[in-house]
């Protein structure tokens, strides 16, 4: 019998997370289980040939602040479903912390939303999804957006 107490949700905060979100949440009600959001976010750094630049402490501490906003806003347009919610913000590549995270609080299952990227697009901004679905040794189910 299948049994889930803990769901993980990663977001980018597009509409396609947001529609893998509210499938999560809907799907916990029916099990009594728990949603985990998560957001995963990286300070950029450029690289060139003779070095590369990081962004500055300000730079770093805005973007941490504008993905903290987002997480929050996330989960309080969500705050009456009946459904236990919590948050994890996480600095690093989205792939490498959906697994980490999945594997720390040994969650039952991860519901995440693909983009449908094709060609070009996918070549260069990849697939967190695929990543994850490669990689990561419980259930995920994969929600389907729009195609960008």
């Known amino acids: 019998m299948l049994s889930l107490r803990s769901i993980l949700v990663p977001t980018d ?3 396609t997370s947001d529609k893998a ?15 985990v959001v998560m957001h995963a976010f ?11 630049i990081v962004a500055t402490a300000d730079v770093a501490a805005r973007i941490q602040e504008a ?3 987002g997480l929050e806003g996330t989960v309080a347009a969500r705050a009456k479903r009946n459904v ?10 989205a792939a490498d912390e959906i697994r980490s995270l999945a594997e720390e609080l040994k969650v039952d299952m ?7 990227r094709r060609g070009l697009a996918r070549a260069l901004l990849g697939s967190t999804a695929e990543n ?15 195609r960008d």
């Open 13 to 15: 905060f597009s509409e």
């Open 21 to 35: 979100l509210d499938f999560a949440i809907e799907l916990a009600q029916k099990f009594e289980a728990s949603v």
């Open 42 to 52: 990286e300070i950029p750094i450029i690289g060139f040939p003779d070095g590369s």
């Open 67 to 69: 993905a903290r906003k």
């Open 84 to 93: 236990k919610l919590t948050s994890v913000l996480r600095e690093g590549p």
């Open 110 to 116: 991860i519901v995440i939303g693909t983009h449908g």
């Open 132 to 146: 994850v679905v490669r990689t990561v040794h419980i259930p995920i189910l994969t929600i389907h957006g729009p």
